[in-house]
């Protein structure tokens, strides 16, 4: 079944809609992972709590009966927070998408999807989970940005960035010192020119500054500058 050099890794199917569940598992089964499915948002904590061995990741319907599709995130990213979290969703107002993001999801799906889709986002989803995982490449006392592993180190500590945080956190650092209006960073962000507003960008740096002042409590590199935006200014 599959041709990993490891044991294939746990996927969860939280999805109430079987046809899809079973669609999916299928196709997850031929890639060579080993899926479990859960179709109630209610049972989902109480599973992960009872396993030895959790799932690497989590393949996670917006709209279900009982807890809902974010909530869950929410919980699972305070209580198990290197379990990967993929979204299902229907639903494509923005408010949604972006909730979801800033809870801590590491990718979308929108349905209608393929099922080869799902796959290779998930396979993107993991080895970047893996790789932030692994040992922090170098070390010393920088804040270095791993791009194919989507992570940034300080300190060769993981910060732990979503997607967003990770690509905010990249612009600004190509550029140190120049000044990028709201306007910019968004277009930097939301490459599909997505209509958000001024205070999403605010609220990711807040969260941004939050995981480098958590590794660096002494420095601020993300400087703000009033009426126009923000800039990477590191420390001389």
Known sequence: MSNHDADP???????????????????????????????????VL????GRATRPELILLDLMLPGT????????????WPDIAIVMLTARVEEVDRLLGLELGADDYICKPFSPREVVARIKAVLRRSRAAQGPAPGGGSDLVLDEEGWRALADGRDLGLT????????????????????????????????????RTVDSHVKKLRRKIAETWPEREVIRSVYGVGYKYQPEE
């Open 9 to 43: 890794a746990q996927i969860l199917i939280v999805e109430d809609e079987p046809k899809i569940a079973r669609l999916v598992a299928d196709y997850l089964q031929g890639s060579g992972f080993t899926s479990h499915h859960l179709a109630h948002g209610d049972a």
């Open 46 to 49: 109480p599973w992960l709590d």
């Open 68 to 79: 809902d599709g974010l909530t869950l995130c929410r919980e699972v990213r305070q209580r």
């Open 163 to 198: 997607a967003v945080e990770f690509q905010l956190l990249k612009v600004m650092m190509q550029s140190p010192g120049r000044i990028f209006a709201r306007e910019q960073l968004m277009d930097h962000m939301y490459r599909d020119h997505r209509i958000v507003s001024e």
